[in-house]
């Protein structure tokens, strides 16, 4: 017999702040405990009234490289990291402070805000937590980059990612999986960094974004590789595909039983499926994992 889980939240405050990669502005986030069925909701202390943007997919909107959240006329951007995070380190519940509109870049991975979140401790409460069984395939895109979940053949949420740019490309052919859970999530995805070719980066200066970054606060690959920079993992960059993937799907508002498989995919596709999901949601359909 199988006990339900129930609902997480963070037990103390957690702070982080950095720059944001596309605006260079200062930026800090502070982490909140909260209350059961609050789900994960920014508060941006540095506008009037404070307004607070549900992580959610109905909320997401299409920006470059990026994922974007409107409620009313606030916004909050790159949120995918801190997204991230909080999904994988099974965190239900939270009010993310934040005194700007873009997230911090931090090192280009979400290892110092899942870090931050693990060192606040974990509380759980008494009301259980929310699924989403996919049953059915559900497959966003075409035959060059996808996103397709499917049946879970394992209790939780596996998730693939395969990232092929092609032989004339820089950046290496990799694949990477996991079960998601906090201690692999923490060592093993939270680590891996953002990446671009040289010339994206150059073109993204060039348009006058990202120009305080160097090639030591991400992952820049020229032609024989990672420029002035090592890579953590041989299978870095789609583990960090992983990492984007997860922070993505935790715009549907649940934790997610299934198996998730990704070719190429990034934030559009990744919404796109997130909205899928959650669009598809019905509490009359909504998968507790009751005792069995």
């Not at 720059?19 to 202390?45: C, H, M, N, Q």
């Not at 049953?135 to 092929?164: C, F, M, S």
């Amino acid at each position: 017999m199988m006990q339900a889980p129930f609902q997480n939240t963070i037990a103390h405050l957690a702070h982080v702040s950095g720059r944001g990669y596309w605006s260079g502005k200062s930026v800090s986030l502070t982490f909140l405990p909260a209350e059961p069925d609050t789900g994960i909701v920014f508060r941006r202390v540095d506008v009037a009234g404070k307004p607070m943007i549900p992580a959610l997919a109905s909320h997401r909107t299409d920006a470059q490289l990026r994922t974007k959240l409107v409620c009313g006329g606030a916004s909050v951007e790159m949120v995918e990291h801190v997204l991230a995070a909080l999904y994988g380190m099974g965190i239900d519940n939270c009010i993310v402070e934040c005194d700007g509109a873009e997230m911090p870049g931090m090192d280009g991975s979400a290892y110092a805000m899942a870090l931050a979140i693990h060192q606040a401790g974990r509380i759980t409460c008494d009301q259980p937590a929310r699924y989403r069984r996919i049953e059915q395939t559900i497959r966003i895109g075409d035959e060059q980059a996808y996103v397709e979940a499917n049946r879970a053949q394992v209790p939780g949420l596996t998730l693939v990612y395969h990232l092929d740019y092609g032989p004339s490309s820089p950046i290496p052919s990799t694949s990477s999986s996991c079960l998601l859970n906090p201690e692999e999530f923490l060592t093993s995805i939270a680590p891996a960094r953002t990446f671009l070719t040289e010339s994206d980066a150059a073109k993204l200066q060039q348009s006058g974004l990202a120009q305080h970054v160097t090639h030591r606060d991400l992952v820049i690959f020229g032609k024989s590789g990672p420029i002035d920079n090592q890579l953590r993992f041989p299978d870095e960059c789609s583990r960090h595909k992983l990492l984007d993937l997860i922070g993505d799907l935790a715009l549907c508002g649940q934790r997610l039983d299934g198996m998730v498989f990704a070719c190429r995919s990034g934030h559009n596709l990744n919404g796109r499926m997130a909205e899928r999901i959650q669009s598809s949601s019905d509490p009359s359909n909504d998968s507790l994992l009751k005792a069995a």
